[in-house]
């Protein structure tokens, strides 16, 4: 009878710790869907989306966008220059009454008084010329006096004028700016698109920053829970002799420490949220909640693709070939500012002057100007000489710096391309290993309930658990940083196969 009553209480004790066992199993399964539960107030948000939302809100994204601007209305302003240009100008009125000096033939001076009044109106065009530097131009002048003391009126015009104002053996800005310009705007262009690319870079560190401190927050709670259930069941088995002291206070300083990594979790939660919700402009007080990216498994990338892509579309590209030309620009200038300034100014027209208004246009007189303009250096002791070598050393030094930052360039891409290819099989292995990892955990913990697994074996499976989970997470991370950094230095999007633009 008492070995039946043995059995029995046995029997009983054995069915609680298969109960726990089946209890612990379902508190990770329900820790697990825990984590990924949402509240009423929860925003939940992948990975795409947090992108979108930084290029849409951020002030990055905005401060990228009054650059664009800025740089379209200097564009606008530069191609004013070469259209023509229409000026009117007038004083209206001329109101003069004062005294004024008036020599005198003998030589004295005497203080007259005058009432006047003096208007003109001018209407100017000028277009300038790309191709010689020069400027055509036309006029059209009225002029009206009144001498009020005297009762007289007369009228001055020219109704119309044609001229040219040519500079000769100088720089030609107007030709180089039109080389060079362009270029400056393509490059702003193409400078926007990289702003964008790069934010995607920049909240994708926050966005893992957040991952990391949530799984390690899941991690703590689920930690926590689970060696409470453990303890629980240990405490049991100490009851009945199959455990030591000392393995109960191992699971009992295990606790406290999963305890105080909770908090430090919640912490680092808050700290990672509040820097993401800063970055990409969320607002709102919803809790954020992260979905864990998949790695995107159809992109292939080569060297070549992304090199080809590269010097197509980067802004970078487009400053070679900049740099090179504002070198040879310089040059230019040194060799046309060589202190000889010479210009030719011609015009043609008609003019008139009369007591009438419409006489002014009646039958008027023709005029005409040739002048030109010198000013020659006779002795300068080779000033003029030494801005040209200069500029010319200076082009040289252009010239082989553009060399070496596209080596740099290349470089710098076919470097990415190989640690992006690396990512992609790393995550590979440690999503195995995580895996491997969470299954040897879940083993560990039903062999240490029913007796055959040591404390220490159970904390190491504990432990490694934990870090293959964060090593898949870090690994994550290095694969999207890859990923958006390669966008970023060709960008190509590699999934749709197609150029990056925004409008």
Not at 262 to 280: C, H, M, P
Not at 308 to 324: C, G, L, P, T
Not at 377 to 399: C, H, I, M
Request: aromatic share 10%.
């Amino acid at each position: 009878m008492k070995f039946l009553l043995q059995t029995d209480m046995w029997y009983r004790k054995i069915s609680y710790i298969i109960w726990m066992v089946v209890k612990v199993s379902s508190g990770i399964m329900i820790s697990t869907c825990a984590f990924g539960k949402e509240q009423a107030d929860t925003l939940r948000l992948t990975l795409p989306e947090v992108v979108e939302k930084a290029k849409a809100n951020s002030i990055a994204a905005k401060q990228a966008t009054t650059v664009k601007e800025t740089k379209y209305w200097e564009w606008r302003t530069f191609k004013s220059n070469y259209q023509p240009q229409l000026a009117l100008s007038g004083i209206l009125p001329g109101y003069n009454k004062t005294y004024a000096q008036v020599l005198q033939p003998n030589g004295a001076v005497e203080f007259q008084p005058i009432h006047n009044d003096n208007s003109s109106l001018t209407l100017d065009f000028s277009q300038s010329l790309a191709a010689t530097g020069g400027t055509i131009y036309g006029t059209t002048q009225l002029q009206r006096f009144t001498d009020f003391d005297r009762n007289n009126v007369l009228y001055n015009g020219i109704p119309y004028g044609l001229g040219y104002i040519q500079p000769l053996l100088q720089f030609n800005s107007l030709k180089w700016n039109k080389k060079i310009e362009p270029l400056k705007y393509n490059e702003s262009l193409q400078v926007y698109i990289e702003s964008q690319e790069q934010i995607s870079v920049t909240v994708t560190g926050y966005f893992f920053d957040l991952l990391l401190a949530q799984v390690n927050l899941h991690i703590a709670e689920t930690n926590f829970i689970n060696t409470g259930k453990i303890l629980t069941i240990a405490n049991t088995k100490f009851e009945l002799g199959k455990v030591s002291k000392n393995e109960i206070l191992q699971l009992q300083l295990e606790q406290v420490n999963a305890q105080k990594a909770v908090g430090t979790a919640k912490r680092d939660v808050e700290i990672a949220t509040l820097n993401l919700r800063s970055y990409a402009g969320i607002e709102g007080d919803d809790r954020i909640v992260l979905t864990m990216p998949q790695a995107v498994k159809k992109v292939d990338v080569s060297a070549e693709k992304v090199l080809i892509e590269a010097f197509e579309n980067r802004s970078d590209a487009i400053a070679f070939v900049r740099r090179i030309a504002e070198a040879k620009r310089d040059v230019a200038k040194a060799k046309g500012e060589n202190g000889l300034v010479a210009s030719l100014k011609a015009n043609l027209g008609f003019s008139n002057a009369a007591g009438r208004l419409l006489d002014v246009y009646h039958s008027p007189k023709s005029q005409q100007s040739v002048q030109l303009q010198l000013s020659i250096p006779v002795l300068d002791w080779g000033r003029s000489k030494s801005r040209t070598k200069t500029a010319q050393a200076n082009e040289q030094f252009t010239v082989y710096e553009v060399e070496q930052d596209k080596q740099i360039f290349k470089q710098q891409i076919v470097t990415q391309v190989t640690l992006f290819n690396m990512m992609k099989e790393q995550l590979e292995l440690t999503a195995q290993a995580d895996r491997i990892a969470s299954e040897k955990y879940q083993i560990a913990s039903e062999r240490y309930v029913l007796g055959n697994l040591s404390i220490t074996d159970l904390s190491i499976a504990f432990q490694e658990s934990d870090r293959a989970k964060r090593d898949y997470v870090a690994s994550l991370r290095d694969f999207w940083g890859a990923y958006y950094q390669l966008r970023y230095l060709s960008l190509y999007d590699f999934e749709k196969n197609e150029k990056i633009t925004y409008k």
